[in-house]
């Protein structure tokens, strides 16, 4: 699974294995967002908080729809409100928002 990594930020570094679970994973998500019942309990108990520099409506709705199908609990963060426009730096908030 991914190598044991938490983050996805490109795949030149993944190995075919990574690819096919990457997509094994799409086919199932896809199948339960077309069903009646879209939660699961992949992610109960956990928290996703998703931080977007830039608008993008669709993009952020779509994580935020994500988290609440595998039964996260889910928070927004736009950055122009947020503690980086008063000079914060995005590892201060990444640091602060991991202890919570």
Do not use: C, P, W
């Not at 190598?3 to 795949?11: E, F, N, P």
């Amino acid at each position: 699974m991914l190598s044991g990594r938490k983050d996805l930020l490109g795949i030149q570094e993944l190995s075919k294995e990574d690819i096919l679970y990457i997509l094994d994973k799409a086919e199932d998500m896809k199948k339960i967002v077309l069903s009646d019942n879209k939660k699961t309990s992949h992610l109960q108990g956990k928290s996703v908080i998703t931080l977007f520099y830039e608008n993008s409506t669709r993009t952020r709705t779509s994580f935020e729809l994500a988290s609440k199908y595998m039964s996260a609990a889910s928070a927004n963060i736009a950055a122009s409100g947020s503690s980086i426009q008063k000079g914060e730096s995005l590892i201060d908030t990444g640091k602060t928002l991991d202890s919570m």
